[in-house]
């Protein structure tokens, strides 16, 4: 019942800072807790971060914490994305994800995919 579609990827050199944002349809986003995830080429798709309903509680894997930060805005149902400091490893396609359990986003579990944004960080 919720779609997303994020936005805001692109081309960036390493050190650069990007936002993306995921847009989110319907009046329950903020019943839902909202995560990030990535995969690069090769790669199976991997946790970022997570935010919960309220957004009081965040989650991040090691490899973007104190570079990535998560936030939403419920009232306009959409979740971001700080990423600054990039490296050249952060270079992935970017997918936005939500659940009704912040606990199965670390998991790469939830119940509604966006298609996903590239981001490519050069060197």
């Known amino acids: 019942q919720v779609q997303l579609v994020e936005s805001g990827g692109g081309l960036v050199q390493a050190g650069g800072s990007l936002r993306l944002s995921c847009a989110a349809s319907?009046?329950?986003?903020?019943?839902?807790?909202m995560g990030w995830f990535r995969q690069a080429p090769g790669k199976e798709r991997e946790f970022v971060a997570a935010i919960s309903w309220t957004g009081g509680s965040t989650y991040y894997a090691d490899s973007v914490k104190g570079r990535f930060t998560i936030s939403r805005i419920n009232a306009k149902n959409t979740v971001f994305l700080q990423m600054n400091s990039l490296k050249p490893e952060d270079t992935a396609v970017y997918y936005c994800?939500?659940?009704?359990?912040?606990?199965?986003?670390?998991?790469?579990?939830?119940?509604?995919w966006g298609q996903g944004t590239q981001v490519t960080v050069s060197s």
């Open positions: 319907g009046r329950a986003f903020s019943r839902y807790a």
């Open positions: 994800a939500a659940d009704y359990s912040i606990s199965r986003l670390p998991n790469s579990e939830a119940d509604y």
